[in-house]
T-cell receptor, first 111, second 115 residues
Framework: KQEVTQIPAALSVPEGENLVLNCSFT??????LQWFRQDPGKGLTSLLL?????REQTSGRLNASLDKSSGRSTLYIAASQPGDSATYLC??????????FGQGTTLQVKP | NAGVMQNPRHLVRRRGQEARLRCSPM?????VYWYRQLPEEGLKFMVY????????ESGMPKERFSAEFPKEGPSILRIQQVVRGDSAAYFC?????????????FGQGTRLTVV
């Protein structure tokens, strides 16, 4: 049974810092790994999708990597801004065709 | 191309009433997933449907909850005889194919409050 864990649960950093959010999964038979952003009271916005044949994806100041052998994914945010404050969720899919979510990391970027 | 549309955005029901949550997938998407997010908890899978078929309902409570995705129209998540513990945000996601190598797109959610 796939389980997804995110560390840390909460993170507070000053504006401008580079930061790394961690996601680990128990079953290495993972097909893809997707990172989402959720603002309070809002839905989920897809940030990056790493497909099974890929190791990383980049979009602007965001970079996500996937290492299936170690069961880990990281989301790197460069030059953080107050607008990056949100909860970041990672989710992996296995051969059941559904996404399993971690509990999320709540990020606060202070001006 | 409109995104995943969920309505209503907010729903208030008294205990014992029925709640009907609707989800219209993105154009061209025939796979729909429902998730529930309880306060201060993560998203939990409920059910996976394709047109007219339930593929995986392993996350659905055994009683009072049902889901459908008819040939025409939106997917419906129905909760009968709601209780306070049903208060949560319910999210719908859609994709072109199962979440194996396909990006998932989520709606804004329906926030159900049971009073």
């Amino acid at each position: 049974k796939q389980e997804v864990t995110q560390i840390p649960a909460a993170l507070s950093v000053p504006e401008g810092e580079n930061l790394v959010l961690n996601c680990s999964f128990t079953d290495s038979a993972i097909y893809n790994l997707q990172w989402f952003r959720q603002d309070p009271g809002k839905g989920l916005t897809s940030l990056l999708l790493i497909q099974s044949s890929q190791r990383e994806q980049t979009s602007g100041r965001l970079n996500a990597s996937l290492d299936k052998s170690s069961g880990r994914s990281t989301l790197y945010i460069a030059a953080s801004q107050p607008g990056d404050s949100a909860t970041y969720l990672c989710a992996g899919s296995g051969n059941t065709g559904k996404l399993i979510f971690g509990q999320g990391t709540t990020l606060q970027v202070k001006p | 191309n409109a995104g995943v549309m969920q309505n209503p955005r907010h729903l208030v029901r008294r205990r014992g009433q029925e709640a009907r949550l609707r989800c219209s997938p993105m154009k061209g998407h025939s796979h729909v997933y429902w998730y529930r997010q309880l306060p201060e908890e993560g998203l939990k899978f409920m059910v996976y449907l394709q047109k007219e078929n339930i593929i995986d309902e392993s996350g659905m409570p055994k009683e009072r909850f049902s889901a459908e995705f008819p040939k025409e129209g939106p997917s419906i998540l129905r909760i009968q005889q709601v209780v306070r513990g049903d208060s949560a945000a319910y999210f719908c996601a859609s994709s072109r194919s199962p979440f194996l190598n396909t990006e998932a797109f989520f709606g804004q959610g329906t926030r159900l409050t049971v009073v």
